[in-house]
């Protein structure tokens, strides 16, 4: 028997075209919000969507404004532990570094698990269904393997498991400390050595499958991966038809670096490696040359933008809407942790356009709700999830419109973008189940709280 929900208003996703036989009964439009959405849902999955009707009797009831659930496209879970606590001082992104290679090396499965698990719980609670895990800190002290080489990402997936997030673990080549520099200290937590260590490492990672979990592959950086093996990891996703993501041009010093090592950008160092396309993600992008963003419109590539963080490391402002027009998609991700809200993602893309620029306007909310939803599952290879429509997964995000922030907006998408916040969540559906209701939020936060001290605590 389908589980039905009545939406009391809803934004129902961009015009796309879905999965072969979807059917939605009125459209909103790619911008604009609808009122009274009845959905009904069967494993998992719309098996119903209209429009337009009153609440029939024995719906659940979704007041507020409801949108698909969104896809947190770059997470490192362990950083959410520095949160509060590598703001103290001034300092640079190298120097925040440090303190993160330090809280690293305090970790090993069980705390990772019990860390993620909060985290993913704290992701669920903002709005986030799937989560992209950037993962490389795989071995441990001293670079030992654990009895299962996988164990570090096995626990990511069961805590993303037993919370309800979709994951895609995007399983990170790192073999350096920077170009020609081997890994040392706890840079040796994240090395196989080479990428056929790498590569051996993955194929004997076990998971469960089914369509909450995908196994990506991730190049770190051209800093951590030296250029004649960057095409071993591109080729190892290119046969198993799995997502690619990497770090690019995030601070200065690694383009000039790049530069002085091979003579190339680091974007033309991975589109030679054949490391750019459909499936592939480049993170922050943040210092690109005009042949930089020409080469990652032109592969159709995803460029995942992380405001929040790239802010609070002074890494710079990408040209996001050049990236765009060029023809690359924009996803969102929150990276560090030292914001979980997507909404505040989104918001910070078209914000930081406008101190850039000095102008408004370069983004609209329907497009940033699209990078959030649709074209964030894209990139992490949940292709027909990020709509409310027929046959893609049943998640469901609900706004209060009755908080101080969102109370007289109207309920649109400039609602969801330009107002609301992560505390205005009051309900999330995530493939189906209910992962979050109203008074829930202390609960998420008392059990982070406990993980991130046994991190701290010897």
Known sequence: MPETYWLERAWLGAADPGPAGAHVTGSGGSGDTVDGVLVAVEEGRFVRVETGVAAPPGAHRLAGLTVPGLANCHSHAFHRALRGRTQRERGTFWSWREQMYALADRLDPDRYYDLARATYREMLAAGFTSVGEFHYLHHGRGGRPYDEPNA????????????GIRIALLDACYLGSGIGTPADGVQQRFSDGDAEGWASRLERLEHAGGEEVVVGAAIHSVRAVPRDQIHLVADWADAHRAPLHAHLSEQVA????????????????????????????VVHATHLTDADVALLGDSRSHVCFCATTERDLADGIGPSRLLHEAGALL????????????????????????LASQERGHWSAAELLTAASAAGHRSLGFPDAGRIAVGAPADLVTLD????????????????????????V??????????????????????????VRAVWED
């Open 152 to 163: 570090m990402g096995v626990a990511l997936v069961e805590a993303a498991r037993d919370v």
């Open 254 to 281: 690694e383009n000039v670096a790049c530069l002085a090592a091979y003579g190339e950008t680091p974007t033309g160092v991975l589109e030679e490696a054949g490391a750019l396309g459909p499936r592939s993600t």
């Open 331 to 354: 996803t969102i991700g929150s990276d560090s942790h030292a914001v979980v809200d997507p909404f505040e993602e989104m918001r910070a893309v078209e914000l930081d356009e406008r």
């Open 401 to 424: 419109l009755l908080s101080p922030r969102t109370a007289g907006t109207g309920g649109s998408a400039e609602t969801a973008v330009f107002a609301a916040g992560a505390a205005d």
């Open 426 to 451: 009051v309900h999330v559906v995530a493939q189906g189940r209910v992962v979050l209701e109203p008074g829930q939020q202390r609960d998420v936060g008392a059990a982070l709280d406990r993980a």
